[in-house]
């Protein structure tokens, strides 16, 4: 992970000075709330339904143990003792008061977090795949692009007034995990046919009232140019995204209104006349930031170590929580573990401060200090030695986390909804909990086998359920919650838009949808390894049309 | 509204014309967009200083061959979170090198002076008194900057390589900007 | 539930009062008869007509120092005069999320 140097650590206490006088001229009625409203969210303070919401960064999804104690911390002192993990790897605390929060981002500051530009209309955080540094199939760690990245766009003079929020990620494999495209701007490290390393640029990607998949308007951006390029992007959107209509002002529609010829257009002709200038990244710049970044030192070991052989045979659950959580590591003798937040009867995501600190023990003993946060609303040990995990499976199996459901029906990823949203016009909290109880049967889950829900409760698709295998989207009608079925959509290199499959069902009704849903894929699989999604792209949506809406 | 400059309340030396009015011999004016680049030949040629204010949703290259004629400047924020004139400021300085007065004009409040110093502004209609006053502590905040704009300061990927044995990044507390 | 946070025609079709949230913590908070803003909703003014609530919203839009995003949300009027938000969105701001919170409450 990044290690803060001084010049890191100065900017964040002076913008903790800076936000302390604003709350303060705030308090006073120095400042209307229309002029500190932009100022509070440049720091990632919300206004929801029951009290202020922080969003707190988690760059790239990367936490030290120190990081995680202190969110733990916060979550005791400033908020009711549990933190919420979303779809953009921030951590969010629902609870908190504007009087408290000057003291509560000193204290974050203290261990270099912050919620600076985690909402507004500026470059939120950056995401990465929740596996960079130590995925085997990537051609390096991304996250160091990430950083230099996030530098540059922090505090950005130009770029902290632009005509909506703009989200970056940026990825370093061909399987894409981060979700891409459907970012406003997407960077994949990649290497072309002669093997030259460089970055595929995608703009326009959103979902949202007018969803669409960002488009490649670069094939090939060599490094050295990534921040004049971001730069020439943001410079284009600055300018000429719409400011009349909010539903229209995000890069998409800009990028959908000229098409995306002419905006790659306009964008190499002001990246043109800044490549070679300031921005220019020289190697001693990027040496330096990849110098602070700190690796494990790994020990050598073997693939494969007997005690895990032993374990496997000795438990079938601890084989399950194996072959459901535990992935390949780039090190030998090496793997990542992904702890499931999805408890049944659970909301996805949350995670309580007595949770936070005994992983944090966890990650220290086992897998180097560091814990990562996914956009599926799990996080993952991402070093941990094989010969170490079956340890570690009943350490985690005591706090909770050891649930072998990732990735499975009840992997519900879910916004807030309307317990907790001030946007949101239903709730999908309980929907996701009602779910999870008719599925709670891990073996009846393992035999759906990978399936992808994602719930949204409003159209602003923080639940991201346009790419959900099945979407499900909160809407209203005469005062009662109803919810929109949507099937076959895709989050990674694949990625698509799911179908909508016919009229709203109502709230009572929407996990016996999922359970027709998931009997007719039984039904229709061709053998039992067709994936769920696999089976819907062959068959189309109409079967399953059918099966819902026969009896309703 | 008042004035400032050089970190300070000044008196204005310009005044704004109008589309019709007739244009005042021999005292800077600045004169709309529109107005200037109907008359710019007699413009140009009159004697005294001359500004022009351009909107924020027009492209500020257009103004760009009449740049060294004019001592200044004056860009828009119609609110303060329309910020596409931060961009226009940039690209006058730092792509078309214009090195008159560059003022902001509109929503100018306080929370905004670092950004628009940085983005090349040296002259600002406040638009609150007690901000306008405020200005100097106000426009000092941060001591670190991470990205090279109009202001020429030096970003901290830059420090960090540049750093000299005499100063090291841990010096930055007692360095002075 | 449609967020209301952006009213632009008043239409009344019952009981209102004028809702926001408190600057320093966010606490549901409703507009009071003298001026005043309070968290119980029994002791919000209640208007019934649209006159009244624009009236109503615009005084407590205008005190920001205090209150902020107000706006008008309905209510239900029990005999015995009790009073109930009028929807499930302000039976949520009132009562809080309708799911259980992960940890208990801190004191």
């Known amino acids: 992970m990044y290690i803060y140097d001084a010049f890191d650590r100065r900017l964040l206490a002076e913008r903790v000075v800076d936000f302390r006088d604003q709350v303060s001229r705030r308090l006073s009625g120095e400042l209307s709330e229309e002029e500190f409203k932009p100022l509070r969210l440049m720091n990632g303070v919300y206004l929801q339904l029951h009290a202020y919401m922080l969003r707190i960064a988690i760059p790239y999804g990367t936490l030290s143990t120190l990081q995680l104690r202190k969110l733990a911390e916060i979550a005791r002192k400033y908020d009711r003792g549990y933190g919420h993990f979303t779809t953009r790897q921030n951590i969010q605390f629902h609870w908190i008061k504007l009087a408290e929060l000057p003291d509560a981002m000193a204290e974050l500051a203290a261990v270099g977090m912050h919620g600076m530009q985690t909402s507004g209309n500026n470059v939120r955080n950056i995401t990465t795949d929740q596996w960079a540094g130590v995925a085997p199939d990537e051609i390096e760690d991304p996250r160091i692009w990430a950083e230099l990245i996030r530098q540059h766009v922090t505090l950005h003079p130009e770029f902290s007034f632009m005509p909506r929020k703009f989200k970056i990620a940026v990825g370093a494999s061909h399987h894409d995990r981060a979700a891409l495209r459907i970012h406003d701007m997407a960077l994949r490290l990649h290497r072309n046919a002669a093997g030259e390393a460089g970055f595929e640029v995608m703009v326009g990607g959103g979902l949202g009232r007018t969803p669409y998949l960002a488009q490649t308007i670069k094939p090939l951006l060599p490094k050295r140019d990534v921040l004049s390029y971001v730069e020439a992007v943001l ?23 000229l098409g995306a010829e002419a905006f790659a257009k306009e964008v190499e002709a002001e990246w043109q006349s800044i490549r070679d200038g300031a921005l220019a990244l020289e190697p001693a710049m990027v040496a330096d930031i990849a110098g602070r970044f700190r690796y494990p030192n790994y020990a050598t070991l073997d693939d494969g170590p007997p005690e895990l052989a032993a374990a496997r045979r000795g438990d079938r659950a601890f084989d399950v929580w194996l072959s459901n959580c535990v992935t390949n590591h780039k090190m030998l003798g090496y793997a990542i573990a992904t702890l499931s937040l999805k408890p049944e009867g659970g909301t996805p995501g949350d995670c309580t401060a007595a949770q936070m600190d005994k992983l944090a023990d966890l990650a220290d003993r086992y897998s180097f200090g560091e814990v990562r946060v996914g956009h599926e609303q799990n996080l993952a040990l991402p070093h941990v030695a094989q010969r170490d995990l079956p340890a570690l499976w009943r350490e985690l199996g005591a706090i909770g986390l050891a649930r072998t459901n990732v990735n499975l029906v009840s992997d519900i ?10 946007l949101a016009n239903a709730r999908s909290i309980p929907i996701a909990q009602e779910i999870t109880r008719r599925f709670h049967d891990l073996d009846r889950q393992r035999n759906l086998g990978r399936l992808h829900i994602n719930i949204s409760g409003c159209i602003n698709a923080c639940g991201h359920h346009h790419v959900g295998h099945i979407g499900i989207l909160g809407v209203e009608k005469n005062g009662e919650e109803f919810y929109q079925i949507t099937l076959g959509g895709k989050a990674d290199e694949n990625a698509t838009l799911g179908t909508l499959i016919g009229p709203a069902v109502p709230y009572a009704q929407v996990a016996d949808v999922v359970e027709d849903i998931a009997a007719a894929y039984l039904d229709l699989r061709d053998k039992p390894n067709e994936l769920f999604i696999d089976t819907v792209k062959r068959v189309g949506i109409e079967p399953f049309r059918e099966r819902v809406y026969a009896a309703r | 509204m008042p004035l400032v400059e050089n970190g300070q309340i000044v008196q204005d030396r310009y005044t704004y014309v109008g589309d019709e009015e007739p244009i005042p011999e021999r005292v800077p004016v600045i004169v709309p967009a529109q107005r200037f680049l109907a008359e710019a030949d007699a413009l140009i040629r009159r004697d005294g200083s001359l500004g022009v204010g351009w909107p924020n949703d027009r492209r500020i290259g257009e103004l760009a061959p009449w740049l060294g004629h004019l001592a200044l400047v004056a860009l828009k924020f119609p609110k303060f979170r329309d910020g596409r004139a931060y961009s226009q400021a940039r690209l006058l300085r730092e792509t078309y090198r214009f090195r008159g007065t560059l003022r902001a004009t509109g929503d100018v409040l306080r929370d905004q002076f670092h950004f628009l110093i940085r983005a090349g502004f040296d002259s ?16 000092n905040r941060y001591s670190v900057v991470y990205q090279p704009s109009a202001d020429g300061r030096t970003p901290a990927l830059r420090r960090r390589v540049t750093a000299t044995a005499t100063e090291s990044a841990d010096a930055i507390d007692t360095a002075k900007r | ?48 007509d649209a006159d009244s609530a624009r009236v109503l919203a615009e005084a407590a839009a205008g005190d920001d120092l205090h209150a902020i995003g107000p706006y008008i949300a309905p209510v239900k009027l029990l005999p015995g005069g009790n009073v109930r938000p009028g929807n499930l969105r302000e039976l949520i701001r009132r009562g809080g999320p309708t799911i259980e919170l992960p940890a208990p409450l801190e004191s």
Request: charged fraction near 25%.
């Open chain 1, 235 to 257: 410079r284009t959107y600055n300018q000429f995204g719409r400011r009349d209509n909010i539903w229209k002002a995000r890069i998409k529609i800009l990028v959908h209104d």
């Open chain 2, 124 to 139: 600002f209609e406040v638009k609150k008194p007690a901000d306008a006053h405020a200005f100097a502590e106000a426009a």
């Open chain 3, 1 to 48: 539930m449609t967020s209301p946070l952006d009213q632009k025609k008043i239409k009344i079709a019952g009981p209102v009062v004028v809702t926001a949230n408190r600057v320093g913590d966010g606490a549901v908070v409703y507009r009071s008869p003298d001026g005043g803003w309070t968290t119980e909703l029994g002791g919000a003014a209640i208007v019934i």
């Open chain 1, 413 to 422: 990823i879910s916004c807030p909804g309307l317990d907790y949203c001030s």
